[in-house]
């Protein structure tokens, strides 16, 4: 079976502090594909990264990273000198070669100014 | 690039009603999954359409039922509601290729209140 955990459910920092958010996986399938996504107040969820399971680099985009770690199933996302811009609902999610998605419960980022 | 869209915005029913939920997706993606979001619940699976035929389906009641048109716009349907079916209804598309390897692409949403 396949599932996604999101232990933190919600988070506060203050503006200009690192922000890590976890998620954790669960899958028996040798192929697989992780996903972050970015809920902003507005309700649209916007694509953030993609990573397939051969592909254990750790990935930076500005003020953005992810750890992937297939030894502890972790695909960890993190937020260098957070802006308040970045107040969202994060969700991790895993796919698998069924293109059926399946999504954490979220970890609600509150960036205090 | 249009990107997916979802209508209505917003849709206020009473209890026993049934609804319907329309969804247009990325042009050229023939992949349309629904996703029910409630607070606390995160995103809920409810199914996915690929080429008219439905491939994969979540854990819900019969009365939740969808369908692909051969555009790939899709619809779904809840029958007899429950108030504990308001909730935020999500579309989304994928060029999907056989691999699990395309990222999802969401609409804005249906916000459907139940009283």
């Known amino acids: 079976a396949q599932k996604v955990t999101q232990a933190q459910t919600e988070i506060s920092v203050v503006e200009k502090e690192d922000v890590t958010l976890d998620c954790v996986y669960e899958t028996r399938d040798t192929t697989y594909y992780l996903f972050w996504y970015k809920q902003p107040p507005s309700g649209e969820l916007v694509f953030l990264i993609r990573r397939n399971s051969f592909d254990e680099q750790n990935e930076i985009s500005g003020r953005y990273s992810w750890n992937f770690q297939k030894s502890t199933s972790s695909f960890n996302f993190t937020i260098t000198a957070s802006q308040v811009v970045d107040s969202a609902v994060y969700f991790c999610?895993?796919?698998?070669?069924?293109?059926?998605?399946?999504f954490g419960t979220g970890t609600s980022l509150t960036v205090i100014p | 690039k249009a990107g997916v869209t979802q209508t209505p915005r917003y849709l206020i029913k009473t209890r026993g009603q049934q609804v319907t939920l329309s969804c247009s997706p990325i042009?050229?993606?023939?992949?349309v999954s629904w996703y029910q979001q409630t607070p606390g619940q995160g995103l809920q699976f409810l199914f996915e359409?690929?080429?008219?035929?439905?491939?994969n389906k979540g854990n819900f009641p019969g009365r939740f039922s969808g369908r692909q048109f051969s555009n790939s716009r899709s619809e779904m349907n809840v029958s007899t509601l429950e108030l504990g079916d308001s909730a935020l209804y999500l579309c989304?598309?994928?060029?999907?290729?056989?691999?699990?390897?395309?990222?999802?692409?969401f609409g804005p949403g249906t916000r459907l209140t139940v009283l």
């Open positions: 359409y690929f080429s008219e035929t439905q491939r």
């Open positions: 999610a895993l796919s698998t070669t069924g293109n059926q998605f399946y």
């Open positions: 989304a598309s994928s060029s999907y290729d056989g691999t699990g390897n395309n990222e999802q692409f």
């Open positions: 042009s050229g993606h023939r992949s």
